[in-house]
Every structure is written in structure tokens, then in C-alpha cells.
């Protein structure tokens, strides 16, 4: 899966695992959280995966 990735890929994801969440990500990397999620469901979509839960308040790797 990782050498499908773009840079930018994995820059949206390690931001969000540095950070906890997609909006602080967003902020971060100065994009709306909209973008952020929109990215992160196109990489799940694509890889048949779940990268992150989305079911409490902070966002975290599955389990």
C-alpha cells in the first residue's frame, strides 16, 4: 500500500496522527477539514481499508 501513496498522502496522514484529529490537521497543513477527510476517504476507498476511526471525538488508528 505504501508505494502507492503520494508525498501528499502521507504528509495528510502523518499530520493527523501528529495532531489527533482531522481539523487540527487541516489547520496545520492549511486546508479545510473537509479536504482532509475527502483524502483520507478516497486512500480508504481505493485500498480497501480502514486508516483511521472515525467514532469518537479524536481520531485514532482501528484497533
Not at 41 to 49: D, F, I, M, R, T
Amino acid at each position: 500500500m505504501i508505494g502507492n501513496l503520494t508525498l501528499d498522502q502521507l504528509r495528510v496522514l502523518v499530520t493527523i496522527s501528529e495532531t489527533g484529529s482531522f481539523s487540527a490537521a487541516g489547520r496545520k497543513l492549511r486546508r479545510a477539514q473537509s479536504a482532509i477527510s475527502h483524502a483520507v476517504s478516497s486512500l480508504e476507498a481505493v485500498h480497501g481499508v480502514t486508516l483511521f476511526d472515525r467514532g469518537g471525538h479524536r481520531s485514532a488508528s482501528p484497533t
